[in-house]
């Protein structure tokens, strides 16, 4: 058992008032594959939150920036600094009813996005392996974490079945995640000093339209069988741009999950903190997510 929630993680399995009372109202409420809607709150542009809310209750919390309470962690600290205040296990025991659910890490999970308790909550903290230091976290119920499955899983129990999601639902959910990348890719870009970049709208459709092609074609690659290459796409869509850059992922979670991959990921890490960039269009289909950055072109 680990130390007590503080901070952001003492908000699990509260109630929604709570947090209003706490935060006020949400900037937005984006859904999510997971049956909890996310409650958006981007106070700042170092300081934001996705809470994850099920039937009045805090089941998840994302949360990045600098000013972003994380008690007893901080946006920052090294791993050093958590291996050395709290209990972290390449293997991690979730018990709940009458189930028992063993996480195994992997040591590019411990690396990158490592899995510690406090209390009967679960914090996974989404580290920057090239400078070593915390980037982000999520917090966790027990059920949500064992939903999510965010890692390798063996279970003696029941497992809840993957909901059948309809084609106009996984459209909002994208419609939020793309805003979700886009406000955190901003932050990320701040803090290592890259400077925002601005929502392209146009560019946006473009990035939409390959994430959808390669759910469609059943294919990852920056290439389309049908529409070519990033410039051929961009060109296609009558951009002007004086640089381009793409980061594609499929199969994450959902947006927070995606950028991190990025961050650790050193051809997408380089397009992502790129300080030329000045827009940005991200889309999403399904799980499939598509980031494309461009330098408007000033003639």
Known sequence: MGAPALGMASFINKSAEELVAQLGEPDRIDPSAYGYEWWIYHISDQKYFQVGILRSKIVTIYAAGDEAEIEPFKVGQTIKEIYQTSPVESEIVVNVDEGTYRFELSEEDLNTRMLTSLGDVYAQLYLDKYTGKLVSIRLFNKETLIEQRPYEMVYRGELM???????????????????????????????????????????????????????????????????????????????????????????????????????????????????????????????????????????
């Open 161 to 299: 079945e993957e909901s059948d999601i309809p084609q106009e639902k996984w459209d909002e959910i994208a419609e939020g995640s793309e805003k979700q990348i886009f406000e955190i890719t901003n932050i990320i870009r701040s803090s290592y000093e890259a400077g925002e970049v601005e929502w392209d709208e146009v560019t946006a459709s473009v990035a939409e339209q390959h994430s959808k092609d390669m759910f469609e074609q059943d294919y990852f690659s920056h290439e389309s069988p049908t529409s070519g290459t990033l410039a051929d796409r961009l060109e296609s869509g009558n951009i002007v741009f004086g640089m381009a850059g793409e980061n594609i992922a499929a199969q994450y979670a959902d947006g927070p999950a995606a950028v991190h991959g990025w961050l650790n990921s050193e051809g997408h890490r380089k397009t992502l903190l790129e300080p030329d960039f000045t827009h940005l269009g991200v889309g999403v289909y399904r799980k499939y997510f598509t980031q494309n950055f461009i330098q408007q072109f000033v003639p």
